[in-house]
């Protein structure tokens, strides 16, 4: 198949590239970038007005699959992806059972070959069944295709056990996604603590909870010389502790969720269980900080932190409600608000949708380099559109995010030279 995109703003960070131009794809593969491309016998797509990137990256999703099929598959939470406009996610592993060895690894990527629609890179956990006391064989992980590890959803408390991680991890240059909890801080805590929990008579999670965990990897990462990369940033004081880190040569990369960046604890008095994430909804303050940032270099990526729930799970008491946010499909339109906003620049904000995440991993994408696959996201800027989660791919409609407008949506999502997305409809 050969694909002819035409007169698009092409926004390549990785190479400074912002310019209208043609590409040129065959087969699977970019062939030629440029201006007043002509070729016969193609699918002409005309980008006019369109902004043309390297396909976007979500290193941080939940498939559910294997285990929890009622809550999302694989089959649906790529549809999901490709409808968000992402090219390629990274699945994490607390699954039933636990992505930790060679069958489950082999399971997952043989439905993502059969059933997928655009590539999934699987994560293999940091400790057996995630609890936190043995390593899995990391060995055995990497030579199976896992691009890094990681108990999310569950923090590695003991201190023993994540350096040995690392340690091991470093051997096989695999990145450690880390979940930075501490669980006596937070047990029982259902949003952010401060004033609003006060107010909403709901108990708090405070923000050291986070900070002392990302102490203690920053502190890990340096006497290991292994990469740390912390998931879900959410706290001021993180995020300096980061900087600091940084600036002093430890191997740590962050990421941040298009919620975190967007609403604050105030709105969980609706008590609308959608708005209960882990780590919580923070302070205005917080926000603020995450979001100036974006531009600083201290934030590597964006990442959704994708979690379908089933209706039971949300449709319930507050305190009784799981924790989680259906995100693949909003994550690109929430986020763009914040260009239109003037708070990031474009290039910027499509930085950390592709070469960032393909940094932080070490992948071979986020650029339309010629030869690279042709995994391409085309967004429309001007489109308007409100949030209905009656229209997702997702099985799960747990959005705090229904019925808000955003300004920005995916247009169309080309995966390895294939249209898998195109104004409002999967092709695949």
Not at 11 to 28: G, R, T
Not at 242 to 252: N, S
Not at 258 to 283: F, Q, W
Request: proline content about 4%.
């Amino acid at each position: 198949m050969r694909l002819l995109i035409k007169g698009g703003r092409v926004i390549d960070p990785a190479n400074k590239v912002d310019k209208v131009l043609d590409i040129l794809v065959e087969n699977d593969k970019i062939v030629e970038t440029g201006q007043n491309i002509y070729a016969e016998d193609c699918i002409n797509i005309d980008a006019e007005n369109k902004l043309v990137c390297p396909g976007f990256i979500d290193i941080h999703v939940h498939l559910r699959e294997p285990g929890f099929e009622y809550k999302e598959d694989i089959y649906s939470g790529t549809r999901a992806a490709a409808a968000g406009g992402f090219t390629t996610i990274c699945c994490m592993p607390n699954t039933e059972p636990v992505a930790d060895n060679k069958s489950v690894i082999s399971f997952i990527k043989e439905q993502a070959r059969d059933k997928g629609v655009v590539n999934v890179l699987p994560i293999g956990a940091i400790t057996k069944r995630q609890q936190g006391q043995e390593l899995v064989e990391i060995a055995e992980l990497f030579k199976v295709g896992c691009v890094a590890l990681s108990d999310d959803g569950r923090p590695v408390v003991r201190a023993d056990i994540m350096r040995y991680a690392l340690e091991y991890a470093k051997m096989f240059s695999l990145p450690v996604l880390s979940h930075c909890e501490e669980p006596a801080l937070s047990q029982d805590g259902q949003m952010n603590e401060g004033f609003y929990s006060t107010y909403y008579g709901l108990k708090g999670i405070p923000a050291a909870a986070e900070e002392i965990m990302v102490a203690r990897d920053i502190i890990l990462a340096k006497l290991t010389g292994a990469h740390v990369h912390i998931c879900h940033v959410s706290a001021r004081g993180s995020l300096e502790l980061i900087r600091r880190a940084k600036e002093e040569g430890i191997k740590i990369t962050c990421e941040v969720t298009p919620h975190h960046l967007t609403l604050t604890d105030e709105i969980v008095g609706s008590y609308d269980a959608d708005t209960k994430v882990n780590p919580p909804l923070r302070s205005k303050e917080d926000v603020e900080v995450l979001i100036n940032a974006l531009s600083e270099g201290i934030i590597d990526c964006i990442a959704s932190d994708h979690a379908p729930h089933h209706k039971e799970a949300k449709d319930c008491e507050y305190s009784a409600a799981a924790f989680g946010i259906s995100g693949l499909e909003t994550s690109v339109a929430v986020t763009m608000s914040l260009v239109h906003q003037g708070k990031i620049g474009l290039s910027d904000w499509v930085a950390l949708n592709t070469i960032g995440p393909a940094q932080v991993l070490g992948l071979d994408k986020g650029t339309l380099n010629k030869g690279r696959a042709a995994d391409i996201t085309i967004i429309d800027p001007e489109m308007v559109k409100k949030v209905d989660p009656t229209k997702f791919y997702s099985k799960g409609k747990n959005t705090p995010f229904k019925g808000m407008e955003f300004k920005g949506w995916p247009w169309m999502t080309i995966r390895g030279g294939r249209i898998v997305f195109e104004d409002g409809k999967i092709k695949a």
